[in-house]
């Protein structure tokens, strides 16, 4: 017989809870997807290697152990608890043009410099929620908390201390057939930021990004102290059948605001980002003897840039006189998929076009690039006896270059900028293929509660541009 360490695994891994997943964003219906309590304490490594890095920003790849602890339960037949805590620290390896923390959120206002190297990356993280019913009402909130910091021990000693907090709450009704969910979320977010030289042989400038291979460069060169603030707010509804058989829907709406300033000539604005998306899914599904569902997503984000004007100096004090607009940025995501399962086996097919638009007022530059793509995600469970379970995943992606622009003063451009452009262009505009498999053995101790598991998994990115990507990940742990 499965123990129910087993049956809630198969749960909360299953790819048949794929039409759920943007309705898990609200606290309130978090604990109606689930049934069975599960927790589990991990302790992995996450391995990643690029032959050349496709985004120089990011790095060429990086070696990522961690621990990490996670726990569903509920309290009794009306109210649930959940939580997670995790600590990771490890090396990202050879980060070039990026002395900032989190590039993905911030880019392009980042501090940068030609030289780069490994860095030293430590992340702690926290979260935990509650969701209650009563009656035909179902209330939750949510909190999530990151402290991360990473430093550089050789020049340029860049250091980036990040503190992210994020708010949740939620409600769901029950009309007729079908259960209604509202959230809104709130959060705040900081990081200061510094780059450092000790060596005998002098310093090499810090560049204020600003976009496309532009820099502030009034502020440029020795100005090498940041700060960031930031934080927004997002809605999420969310619409599905009650008894899992049905059309459903989600739609999100979120916007936020991230604010670049000089530590000195007091604190003075540099760069506003500003980040708004908005994403909705349709479809359909059935959860019977034969799991069903069919979905379309559409998500579209926008990213604008102000750079603020300063100006005469006066007792390190600089008067900001203009605030201009000149950083655009638009991504497009739209797929249509399909998800069968029966017994112990799901199969995920989707099928879908992204474009990614950046754009300099003036003096003007423009990148383009846009791809189709299809995704397949298999998985199985087996149980070879009533002690062990084995969970197989399998994935593969191919996306293949529709469409590209390139409009760019060259010939004006200073040579190492040059480069940064024409590296970030071909790896914009590649085709990839990208393979992947995970296996999970689960083994429950006899007449126990707790359980013991070990996870592999592996995967190759192949890029037309004639490099490519391996990733590893082990783990090891125990399930309760």
């Avoid at 760069?271 to 349709?282: M, P, Q, R, S």
Wanted: proline content about 3%; charged content about 20%; aromatic content about 12%.
């Amino acid at each position: 017989m499965a123990s129910n360490a087993d049956s809630a695994l198969v749960e909360h891994t299953s790819l048949a809870r794929l039409p759920m997943l943007e309705a898990m964003r609200n606290p309130a219906l978090h604990g109606m997807v689930y049934q069975t309590p599960y927790s589990q304490l991990a302790l992995g490594i996450d391995f990643l290697h690029q032959t050349q890095g496709f985004v120089p920003e990011k790095g060429s790849g990086y070696t990522l152990p961690y621990l990490k602890v996670n726990t569903f339960h509920h309290l009794n037949g009306r109210s649930t608890v959940w939580g997670e805590a995790s600590y990771m620290t490890g090396k990202v390896h050879d980060i070039k043009w990026n002395s900032t923390s989190d590039y993905d959120l911030l880019q392009p206002y980042i501090l940068s410099d030609t030289l780069g190297g490994d860095i030293r990356r430590e992340r702690y993280s926290i979260s935990g929620g509650y969701t209650t019913n009563i009656n035909k009402w179902q209330l939750g909130a949510e909190m999530h908390v990151r402290a991360e910091q990473e430093y550089r021990s050789r020049d340029p000693r860049m250091r980036g201390i990040v503190t992210d907090l994020t708010l949740r709450m939620g409600g769901g009704y029950d009309l007729g057939h079908y259960r209604l969910g509202a959230a809104v979320e709130g959060n705040i977010y900081k990081q200061t930021n510094s780059v450092a030289f000790y060596r005998e042989e002098g310093v090499i400038p810090e560049y204020q990004m600003t976009g496309l291979g532009t820099e502030y460069s009034r502020f440029s060169g020795d100005k090498r102290s940041l700060y960031y603030d930031g934080g927004g707010v997002a809605i999420m509804l969310h619409a599905s059948p009650i008894n899992q058989s049905g059309p459903y829907a989600d739609v999100t709406l979120d916007e936020h605001r991230y604010h670049r300033k000089l530590a000195e000539f007091n604190s003075m604005p540099l760069t506003d980002l500003y980040n708004e998306h908005v994403g909705a899914t349709i479809g359909w599904k059935q959860e019977k003897n034969h799991r069903l569902a069919a979905f379309g997503h559409a998500d579209y984000t926008r990213r604008t840039g102000n750079e603020h004007v300063g100006g005469t100096s006066d007792a390190r004090y600089f008067p900001v006189i203009a605030c201009l607009t000149m950083y655009k940025s638009h991504i497009m995501d739209t797929y249509a998929g399909a998800l069968y399962g029966r017994g112990n086996w799901n199969v995920n097919i989707a099928a879908g076009y992204r474009a990614v638009s950046e754009e300099y007022v003036y003096p003007h530059r423009q990148m383009d690039a846009s791809h189709v793509y299809g995704k397949l995600q298999g998985q199985c469970f087996i149980r070879p006896t009533d002690k062990w379970l084995l969970t197989v995943d399998v994935h593969a992606s191919y996306y293949a270059k529709a469409s590209d622009k390139l409009n760019m003063p060259l010939a004006n451009m200073d040579a190492a900028f040059t480069r940064l452009i024409q590296h970030k262009h071909k790896f914009a505009t590649a085709n990839y293929t990208d393979l992947g498999a995970k296996v999970r053995a689960d083994y429950a101790l006899k007449q126990s509660r707790y359980g013991l598991f070990a996870e592999a998994a592996g995967g190759m990115t192949l890029c037309s541009a004639s490099e490519h990507q391996t990733s590893l990940h082990c783990s090891i742990g125990i399930t309760f």
